[in-house]
C-alpha cells in the first residue's frame, strides 16, 4: 500500500506524460554534455574553447530565466516546453549534422550552444510550475519525488550510455541521439491535455519581479548562500566541465572515463536523497552547508589525478553531499517563504547562483594554462571551503531549523 501511494501520480495521465517527456529531455541533455565536451577537444583540442562554447549556452539561459518564469505562467505551460524542446532539438540536430560531416567550426558550436541556452531557459521554469496541473494537491510530494527521481535517473543512465557512446562512434553521433530525445520528448509532452484556464493571465512584470526582490533580499542567509554559490558555482563548474573531460582525455580514459565518474556522481545523488529521506536533520541549513564540502575532495582527486576508481569514489561522495544541500535547501525555501512568492524567490536563486558560471566556464581554461590544471583544481577546492565556513558566520545559516516534520521536497 505504501508503495502504491508514493506512485500514485503515475495513474494520472497528464503526469505520466509530463515524467516521461521530461525524463526523456534531460536524459538526452546527459549525453550531450559528454558528446559536446569531446567534440570541441577533438575538434581544437583546446581548454578555452571548451569553456567559450559552454559559456555561449549558460549566458543567455542565465539572461532569459526571469523571462521564461514569466511567460511560463501567462501561457500555456506544456505549450512552452513543447516549443523549448523543438528548438533545443533543431540546434542539436544541426550540431549532430556539421559533427559528422566534418564541416563543423568553433564559431559554428558557439551559436548552436547559445540557441539551446535560450530554449531551456524557458523549459525548465515551466516544468516547475507545471507539475500542480497534473495532480491533486494531496499527490505533490510524490509527484515531486518521482520527477526528482527522473531526474538523477537520466543522468546516471545519460552519462553512461554518453561516455560508451563517444567513445564507441563519435561525438557527433552521440548528439544526434540528443537531438532525438529532445523531438521524443516534445511529442510526449505535447500530447498533454490541460484545461486553458489553469494558467495565469498577464500582470505586471516590472512589479512582480520588485516583489519577489523585496522577499528574497529581506532574509539573510537566503542571499548569503546565493551570494557564495554564485562564486562556488563559478569556479566548480568551470573546473568540473572544463579542466574534468581534460585531465579525463589525458590521464583517466577517455570520455568512457568520464563518463563513469558523472554516471557515480549521479548515482551520489540518488544515494544522498535517500539518505535525507530517512534522516530528516532539524537544522537545515547547517547540513545542507557541510553538505557542500563533500564536494571538494573529488576536485582534489581530479588535480592529482588518482587513478578511475578513486575519482569515481569521490564523485559518489560529490553527488551525496549536493543532494544533501539541495533537498535541505529547497525544504528551508519552502518552509520560510510564502508560497505565493517562492517562485519569484526561487528565480532570483537560480538567477544569482548561476549568474557567474558563464565567467567561471570562460576563465577555467585561461587560468589553468597560466597556472597549471593541478594547481587550478587545488584553488577551486580551497575556495569552496573557505565558501562554505564564510557562510556559518551568520546566524540564522547554524540555527534555523524544520517547522514541520513533512516539508514537501521538490
Known amino acids: 500500500m505504501r508503495l502504491a501511494g508514493r506512485l500514485g501520480p503515475l495513474a494520472e495521465r497528464q503526469f505520466r506524460l509530463l515524467f516521461a517527456g521530461r525524463t526523456v529531455s534531460l536524459f538526452g541533455n546527459a549525453i550531450a554534455g559528454i558528446a559536446l565536451a569531446f567534440a570541441v577537444l577533438d575538434l581544437t583540442g583546446s581548454k578555452s574553447d571548451l569553456g567559450f562554447v559552454l559559456a555561449a549556452r549558460a549566458v543567455p539561459q542565465v539572461l532569459f530565466l526571469l523571462v521564461g518564469g514569466i511567460w511560463a505562467d501567462r501561457l500555456q505551460r506544456n505549450h512552452v516546453m513543447v516549443a523549448s524542446n523543438l528548438l533545443s532539438g533543431a540546434s542539436q540536430a544541426m550540431l549532430a549534422a556539421l559533427l559528422l560531416t566534418g564541416s563543423a567550426q568553433l564559431w559554428m558550436l558557439i551559436a548552436l550552444a547559445a540557441a539551446n541556452g535560450v530554449s531551456s531557459a524557458f523549459f525548465f521554469p515551466a516544468s516547475t510550475g507545471i507539475v500542480p496541473q497534473t495532480v491533486p494537491a494531496s499527490m505533490l510530494q510524490s509527484a515531486n519525488a518521482l520527477l526528482r527521481l527522473g531526474l538523477n535517473a537520466s543522468y546516471i543512465v545519460g552519462a553512461a550510455i554518453g561516455g560508451v557512446l563517444v567513445a564507441a562512434t563519435s561525438p557527433g553521433a552521440a548528439m544526434a541521439v540528443d537531438a532525438a530525445t529532445f523531438l521524443l520528448g516534445a511529442l510526449l509532452i505535447g500530447l498533454m491535455s490541460l484545461p486553458a484556464g489553469l494558467h495565469m493571465e498577464g500582470s505586471h512584470f516590472l512589479a512582480e519581479l520588485a516583489e519577489g526582490w523585496r522577499e528574497f533580499a529581506s532574509r539573510t542567509w537566503l542571499w548569503a548562500i546565493v551570494l557564495q554559490f554564485s562564486v562556488?558555482?563559478?569556479?566548480?563548474?568551470?573546473?568540473?566541465?572544463?579542466?574534468?573531460?581534460?585531465?579525463?582525455?589525458?590521464s583517466l580514459g577517455g570520455a568512457a572515463g568520464w563518463g563513469l565518474i558523472l554516471t557515480?556522481?549521479?548515482?551520489?545523488?540518488?544515494?544522498?536523497?535517500?539518505?535525507?529521506?530517512?534522516?530528516?536533520?532539524?537544522?537545515?541549513?547547517?547540513?545542507?552547508?557541510?553538505?557542500?564540502?563533500?564536494?571538494?575532495?573529488?576536485?582534489?582527486?581530479?588535480?592529482?589525478?588518482?587513478?578511475?576508481?578513486?575519482?569515481?569514489?569521490?564523485?559518489?561522495?560529490?553527488?551525496?553531499?549536493i543532494e544533501t544541500f539541495g533537498i535541505n535547501w529547497d525544504t528551508a525555501m519552502q518552509q520560510e517563504v510564502p508560497g505565493e512568492k517562492l517562485s519569484r524567490v526561487s528565480s532570483y536563486d537560480a538567477l544569482g547562483s548561476w549568474v557567474l558560471i558563464p565567467l567561471g566556464l570562460a576563465l577555467a581554461?585561461?587560468?589553468?594554462?597560466?597556472?597549471?590544471?593541478?594547481?587550478?583544481?587545488?584553488?577551486?577546492?580551497?575556495?569552496?571551503?573557505?565558501?562554505?565556513?564564510?557562510?556559518?558566520?551568520?546566524?540564522?545559516?547554524?540555527?534555523?531549523?524544520?517547522?514541520?516534520?513533512?516539508?514537501?521536497?521538490?
Open 232 to 250: 562556488v558555482n563559478a569556479a566548480s563548474v568551470g573546473a568540473m566541465q572544463v579542466l574534468g573531460p581534460t585531465i579525463a582525455k589525458q
Open 264 to 321: 557515480c556522481q549521479s548515482a551520489g545523488l540518488v544515494l544522498g536523497g535517500l539518505l535525507q529521506l530517512r534522516l530528516r536533520p532539524r537544522r537545515l541549513l547547517l547540513v545542507a552547508t557541510f553538505g557542500v564540502l563533500l564536494a571538494t575532495p573529488v576536485l582534489v582527486a581530479l588535480a592529482v589525478p588518482l587513478t578511475l576508481a578513486a575519482v569515481a569514489a569521490c564523485a559518489v561522495l560529490a553527488g551525496i553531499g
Open 365 to 410: 581554461g585561461p587560468v589553468s594554462d597560466v597556472l597549471g590544471t593541478s594547481t587550478t583544481l587545488y584553488a577551486v577546492a580551497v575556495l569552496n571551503v573557505g565558501a562554505a565556513l564564510a557562510v556559518l558566520g551568520v546566524g540564522d545559516v547554524r540555527t534555523l531549523r524544520r517547522v514541520q516534520p513533512a516539508i514537501t521536497i521538490s
